[in-house]
């Protein structure tokens, strides 16, 4: 009488083992996506308030006291955040009136996530940098 090999598994056990792995990606992609995308608009957020007081403190420095005018400019920025290289675009323009009020747009090179800046308040919003 011939003896049956029994060392492998059988079709039945290894589709229950890719079913449950899939539903266990499924989960974590549900939960990790939105708390990376957050990140990566907290890093957008913080950023564009750095750059807000960078061109305030150069049209500062550029424009004599009691001077109005206009002295933003567009540009471009390189910065490392975190563990990744991410690459960012500013249009920003400083109304030199005492305030040096700020408007403007930053936005990541991908062009996938923007934010709409103001001297006081910067929000994730579409706009183009041009």
């Not at 009488?1 to 029994?6: G, H, Q």
């Not at 060392?7 to 079913?19: K, M, Q, R, S, W």
């Not at 910065?79 to 005492?98: E, F, H, N, P, Q």
Request: positive net charge.
């Amino acid at each position: 009488m011939k003896k049956l090999n029994k060392n492998g598994f059988t079709l039945v056990e290894l589709l229950a083992v890719i079913v449950i792995l899939g539903l266990l990606i499924i989960i974590v992609m549900n939960t990790a996506l939105p708390a990376m995308n957050e990140a990566k608009e907290r890093a957008l957020t913080t950023y564009a308030k750095r750059l807000v007081q960078k061109a305030q403190e150069k049209c500062s420095s550029d424009l004599l006291l009691g001077t109005t005018g206009s002295c933003g400019t567009a540009l471009t920025v390189d910065k490392i955040m975190g563990t990744a290289d991410t690459t960012y675009k500013a249009s920003l323009t400083v109304t030199g009136d005492g305030s040096n009020s700020v408007t403007g747009c930053v936005q990541t090179s991908d062009g996938k996530l923007s934010a709409k800046v103001t001297s006081s308040n910067v929000t994730i919003d579409t706009c183009t940098v041009s």
